[in-house]
Every structure is written in structure tokens, then in C-alpha cells.
């Protein structure tokens, strides 16, 4: 087919995925144009630094390829060619140092996205990367490319196409999942497109909502299922949000497709054996009030004894035992998940057997998906980006491959 600098492709999305590819695009001599619906790229990832970049983890590997669960099959060879350390080492090669958090979570020293955006589309720029902003792809008219632009309707074409347009999450950063009928339409298979490490409903009364909402839930442990997490999360208006529900949130949210509900229980004092607690609880209560009993006894208060109070049967607070058991064991019902819009990723999209190993669709030879555009999910971390930078440069490598004339 020729030398490569001779073919055009076009990228369209310009998140990390997106990126991505047409970095490895320009570094192969291909002339690369991305095209984005927004006014400037990397919208979604500047707003996922805002309260600190957590670019990767620096866990063992086999425990960061079990993050993706029932993904892993697919996802690891993707990160076999530019895993966690692989990604460090390119943060570090644009002028931006990292360290580990004492979670083991990977930042920028500065926390923030903005510098390493900055960093990378000089870079990009200087590679020749065209940038085609506020194009919103409209699918294809026969074998052109369709935009809705600020001048109209534009038409493109190229040898090749990159899409890497996100899942359905924060429509207004540019991810909105309209290209799922387009791909649809040419008898592309898509998984349903579903909400992944967001918040979930719950039925609180209005006294607790009204006192507690926007409050945290701190030094607790989760149970749902055969795990269990510690953290925090967040009380609501509607429900709860927050990182130990986001590390749940995949086998919660098939729960509740399933059932119609969830329950996960609760352990309000992780770090006090049921044994010495129910001793604590079964002290009269004299003249103590529930709120000072709960304080003096069980150590809760606030949120802990708001919720405690909410969601246990009155009648469960005169018998120690059943309150011990609740305070270990809190059942909390969990009833919807939020909307697409408001969770930070989506699971589903682009089927993997739909795609070769170079994560080119076989229906439609000479176009890649990348990014959260594909059939994967994973909790929050800094696992979700580093799967999307190693997808883009999957897609970018096998565009140039393809274009090459090698065999794929």
C-alpha cells in the first residue's frame, strides 16, 4: 500500500485513547487528523485531576490485572505492551515527575492533569498532529467520514479511522455514547452501555437526609458477596457515593439488574470485635439517651448513628444482641444506580470478538476502537486510565500495521 507517510487516518475522540493512537500514528510516519466534539481535547481527563491525577498503580501485577475481573482475558494483552511501569516511564519522558501515594496509587508530583496535557500536545504538535476542533462525528456517508461542525456539515476521509470516543458517562464532557448507533448500523455488535463506579439510591428517610446528606462515612468495611472492602464513602440526597461503593459497584449493579435490589452490610466499628462490643451494649443504659448510649458504648455518632438509627428497627435497639450484630453487620439496601450521565465510567460497549487482536472490527476492516469505547470495566484507581492509554496505543500500532499491508 505504500510508505506510510503517504496515508492519512483520522482519529476521532481526544481523550487518552484517543491520543494515544495518534501518537503512535505520528511516530510511524502516518499524517494524523483528530477530530473532537468539544472546543479542546482531554476534557474528561482534566476533569479526573481535578482532586489529584492518579495516572496508574504501583501494585504487583497480577493484582492489578485482577482488577479488571471477568475483563481480564481481554484487557491483559493490552497492558502487556504498555502496563503500569511502561505508562510511568512515558509520564516521565514528558518532563513530569510521579511518586506513590501510601495507597499505592501513582500521581503526577504536581496532583494535576492540566501540565501533562500541556506536555503531550506540544509534543503532538510538533509531530504534525492536525487538531479539528468542535467536529462532532455523525457516522459515514458511504466511505466518508460526516462531522456536525461550527460551518456545517464537514465530510473526511482517510486510509484509515481510529475511534475513540468513550463510553456514555459525563455526556457534557464529550463522552455521550451516540456512537453506538452508528457502529450498530453496520452490524457492529455493542454490549449495552451501563453504569460503572457511580453511586446507587437508597431509600433514606427524609430526617436523614435532610441532617446527613454530603456527609462522609469514614473507617468502615463493606461486604457484598465474598468481598469485602474498607473505606469511605459519601451519604447523598439520594443515596450513597464514593470510592468503597465504586470498588463494588459491577457485581452491585448486576445484582440490582437482577434481583431489584442489592444489600451490602456494613461493619460501622471495623476495628472492634463483636465480643467486647456486644459486653459494651448489654451495660444498662441507665438515664443515657440512644445517642449517648451508642457514643459511650459503641463509639458511633453522627452519620454512623444516623444511619445505624435510619435503617435498624427500632425495636433492635432494646435487644444488645441484635444491635451488636447490626453495628457489625449494618444491611444496607441499595435500590438503582445513578443515571449514566452522573457515574465517572460506563461498563459495556464494543464487543471484544468484534475486534482482532490489533483492535481493528472485523466488520469494517481499516477501523480501531479504543479507550472505553470497548467491552471492559474496571474500579477506580487509576486501573480505568491506564487500560485507556494501553488501548489507544494498541489501535495506533495495528492502524499502522494494517496500512503497512502486514498480516493482522
Same mark, same amino acid.
Given at each position: 500500500m505504500g510508505e506510510i507517510k503517504s496515508h492519512k487516518v483520522a482519529? &476521532?475522540? =481526544? =481523550?487518552?485513547a484517543g491520543l494515544m493512537a495518534a501518537e503512535m500514528l505520528l511516530s510511524g510516519g502516518a499524517r494524523v487528523d483528530l477530530f473532537d466534539a468539544m472546543p479542546t481535547v482531554g476534557r474528561k481527563f482534566l476533569m479526573a485531576g481535578r482532586g489529584g491525577l492518579n495516572i496508574t498503580h504501583s501494585e504487583p501485577h497480577e493484582a492489578f490485572l485482577s482488577r479488571y475481573a471477568r475483563h481480564r482475558a481481554d484487557v491483559e494483552p493490552l497492558l502487556a505492551g504498555f502496563g503500569p511501569e511502561a505508562l510511568r516511564a512515558w509520564v516521565h519522558e514528558l518532563g513530569i515527575e510521579t511518586f506513590v501515594g501510601t495507597s499505592g496509587r501513582v500521581f503526577p508530583t504536581e496532583m494535576k492533569a492540566a501540565p501533562l496535557l500541556r506536555a503531550w500536545l506540544r509534543r503532538l504538535r510538533a509531530a504534525g498532529l492536525k487538531l479539528h476542533m468542535r467536529h462532532r462525528w455523525q457516522g459515514w456517508d458511504g466511505q466518508n467520514l460526516t462531522f456536525a461542525a461550527p460551518v456545517g456539515a464537514v465530510t473526511a476521509t482517510a486510509d484509515a479511522v481510529v475511534l475513540a470516543l468513550g463510553g456514555g458517562s459525563w455526556p457534557q464532557l464529550g463522552s455521550d455514547g451516540a456512537w453506538v448507533k452508528f457502529l450498530q448500523e453496520r452490524d457492529v455488535t455493542i454490549a449495552p452501555l451501563l453504569p460503572a463506579n457511580g453511586g446507587f439510591d437508597v431509600a433514606w428517610s427524609e430526617h436523614f437526609r435532610t441532617k446527613f446528606a454530603g456527609q462522609p462515612v469514614k473507617t468502615i468495611t463493606a461486604r457484598f458477596g465474598e468481598s469485602t472492602r474498607k473505606g469511605e464513602f459519601i451519604v447523598t440526597d439520594t443515596g450513597v457515593e464514593g470510592g468503597l461503593i465504586y470498588t463494588l459497584s459491577a457485581p452491585i449493579r448486576? $445484582? &440490582? +439488574? @437482577? /434481583? =431489584? /435490589? +442489592?444489600v451490602v452490610h456494613l461493619d460501622l466499628a471495623p476495628t472492634r470485635d463483636a465480643k467486647s462490643l456486644l459486653q459494651e451494649l448489654s451495660r444498662p443504659r441507665g438515664k443515657n439517651s440512644l445517642a449517648n448510649y451508642l457514643r459511650k458504648y459503641a463509639g458511633l455518632d453522627g452519620v454512623k448513628a444516623g444511619m445505624l438509627r435510619d435503617l435498624l428497627p427500632a425495636a433492635d435497639f432494646d435487644s444488645? $444482641?441484635?444491635? @451488636? +450484630?447490626a453495628i457489625k453487620a449494618l444491611p444496607l439496601p441499595l435500590i438503582a444506580a445513578r443515571p449514566l450521565a452522573e457515574v465517572i465510567s460506563t461498563a459495556g460497549g464494543v464487543k471484544f470478538g468484534e475486534l482482532d487482536a490489533n483492535l481493528m472490527v472485523r466488520a469494517l476492516p481499516g477501523v480501531f476502537c479504543a479507550g472505553e469505547m470497548l467491552d471492559w470495566e474496571a474500579p477506580t484507581g487509576g486501573y480505568l486510565l491506564t487500560a485507556c492509554f494501553a488501548s489507544g496505543r494498541t489501535a495506533g500500532a495495528g492502524a499502522l500495521k494494517w496500512l503497512s499491508g502486514g498480516n493482522i
Open positions: 482519529v &476521532i475522540g =481526544g =481523550g487518552p448486576d $445484582e &440490582i +439488574a @437482577a /434481583k =431489584g /435490589k +442489592a444488645p $444482641e441484635r444491635l @451488636a +450484630a
